[in-house]
């Protein structure tokens, strides 16, 4: 008897922290820009319909956010969102400097070899990262270090 008590006992906390764990529309690519500093810590926040998989990249462009990479990597890197920094601040020929640039992170959805999605580094540019959805893809800007993931 104790181990159905402790099944039931588990199963209903593991469905209380999966109810509360998913946040994002599993319908869409779930778009998070953070400008932070660059435009009075204002965020943006998109639920973008797609079927089955598509890049980042096309992904972005079906949104009102403006990207512009560097000379060198192109959007490999990206140096500019919506025009900020401007190129007074940055002059985005090869790298952004360490301390002053947009972070690239994605969360993939919710699945059975994923109980607990988290936001993590891209590994790759925004035209190599494939997203269905239920993901979500975020730019932040981050300076001096500091990167504030979205909740």
Do not use: H
Request: hydrophobic fraction near 45%.
């Amino acid at each position: 008897m104790k181990i159905k008590q402790i099944l039931a006992v588990s199963a209903l906390i593991l469905g209380s922290v999966v109810f509360v764990a998913v946040k994002d529309d599993p319908d869409c690519v779930n778009v998070y820009v953070d400008f932070a500093s660059l435009d009075k810590n204002s965020k943006l926040s998109k639920c973008i319909p797609i079927s089955g998989q598509d890049t980042a990249l096309n992904i972005l462009a079906k949104t009102d956010i403006e990207l512009a990479g560097t000379d060198k990597y192109g959007l490999a890197v990206v140096c500019r969102v919506n025009n900020l920094p401007g190129s007074d601040k940055e002059s985005c020929l090869v790298m952004p400097p360490e301390d002053a640039f947009w972070a690239f992170i994605i969360k993939n959805k919710m699945s059975a070899t994923n109980l607990f999605p988290k936001w993590g580094w891209a590994q790759k540019g925004v035209s190599e990262v494939y997203l269905t959805p239920g993901d979500s893809l975020g730019l932040v800007f981050s300076e001096k270090g500091d990167l504030k993931w979205p909740d």
